[in-house]
């Protein structure tokens, strides 16, 4: 029976998720029955070519709502900076991927939601979206944590300037941060000057879809991932 909670879409999609999977050398994915996850994340190890090694390893829950893929009360059980005594932080923010199916193919896109708070539709004043992060800071106990964090935008649009602040809902032993930034935008591309905030160096060229009040930010590319298990 379908929760009440969940379209039968999702329900579907949900079932499909269920197994192992892998996109090249890049990443792995577990989706287990129980709705709990393991990503794994791959890079080559430093001066080899060939040699690849986890970067890190994220352990939490997911879920599927709208065809969205959630992830939330995760942590790193791995990670390689740990092993590097010149790497005092790393973390990674979960953002939600859109997923499409095909067959023993998957597509995933990153697909970060915001919630304008000004109940606008139009590229001007504060969008916020709540995310789960994992953390590794070598100077604080427990050197690994997982919590929330909401990421806020306020776009000032006749001086093309936004101001981004991220804000922990629990303690990480890392302070919240002020940038401000300045943008193109020429619809439906948003692109930040300031590297910190530019989403494209990461995921491709973020394409901006405004429906009521909510607006997402679809990397231009998405991963594609084959059926291991």
């Known amino acids: 029976m379908v929760s009440p909670n969940i379209s039968l879409e999702d329900e ?7 197994g192992s999977w892998k996109a ?5 994915l577990t989706f287990n029955p129980d ?11 430093p001066y080899t070519s060939t040699v690849y090694a986890p970067v890190y390893v994220i352990e939490g829950n997911y879920s599927v709502k709208n065809g969205l893929l959630n ?6 059980t791995y990670v390689r900076a740990a092993a590097d005594k010149f790497a005092l932080q790393y973390y990674s923010i979960l953002y939600p991927r859109y997923v499409r199916m095909d067959s ?11 919630s304008s708070r000004n109940d606008s539709t139009l590229l001007n004043g504060e969008w916020e979206m709540t995310n789960w992060i994992c953390v590794y800071n070598k100077n604080y106990d427990p050197q690994i944590v997982g919590g929330k964090i909401k990421e806020s935008y306020n776009f000032v649009s006749s001086e093309l300037k936004c ?9 990480a032993g890392v302070e919240n941060i002020s940038i401000i930034s ?3 935008y020429e619809h439906p591309r948003i692109n930040f000057q300031t ?8 995921f491709g060229v973020m394409i901006a879809h405004h429906t009521e009040n909510e607006m997402r930010w679809v990397a231009s590319d998405a991963v594609y991932y084959t059926r291991i298990k």
């Open 12 to 18: 579907v999609l949900n079932q499909r998720l269920i």
């Open 24 to 28: 090249k050398n890049y990443e792995t």
């Open 35 to 45: 709705g709990t996850f393991i990503d794994t994340l791959w890079a080559d190890i």
């Open 71 to 76: 992830f939330y009360d995760a942590t790193f």
């Open 104 to 114: 023993d193919d998957m597509f995933l896109q990153v697909t970060p939601v915001l």
């Open 163 to 171: 101001n981004y602040n991220r804000t922990y809902f629990f303690d």
């Open 182 to 184: 300045a943008y193109t």
């Open 195 to 202: 590297p910190d905030l530019d989403f494209g160096s990461f």
